[in-house]
């Protein structure tokens, strides 16, 4: 595996702190979105998406993988928003 990104293995406690992450976002957030005008649905996909984005990205680069390298951690946030916004769409609209 020269040169190829290894991925992190993510633990129990990392799954947790994420759900409470999106749990608490989505308690936290789909209130003020729809009081400044937006639809439940969108109220509810930016506040997943958001939610989920903050919290993917503290699990892999602080809690399961301590990430050092620049290209790295910004290899991961690109990740994380796209991987949220497209999962988070997806549960909303689709589902």
């Known amino acids: ?17 994420f759900m ?3 749990i608490l976002g989505n308690f936290l957030l789909v209130k003020p979105f729809q009081l400044i005008g ?8 930016w506040a997943n ?13 602080l809690i399961d993988d301590k990430v050092k390298d620049r290209a ?3 290899k991961r946030l690109i ?7 497209g999962v988070s769409y997806f ?3 689709m589902a």
Not at 38 to 45: C, E, P, T
């Open 38 to 45: 937006l639809g439940h649905d969108w109220s509810l996909f």
């Open 72 to 74: 790295l951690i910004f």
């Open 20 to 22: 409470m992450i999106v």
């Open 91 to 93: 549960l909303v609209f």
């Open 1 to 17: 595996m020269n040169g190829s990104m290894k991925l992190p293995r993510i633990s129990f406690k990392g799954v947790f702190i």
């Open 79 to 85: 990740l994380s928003i796209i991987v949220s916004f």
């Open 49 to 61: 998406a958001a939610a989920a984005t903050i919290g993917m990205s503290l699990v892999l680069l």
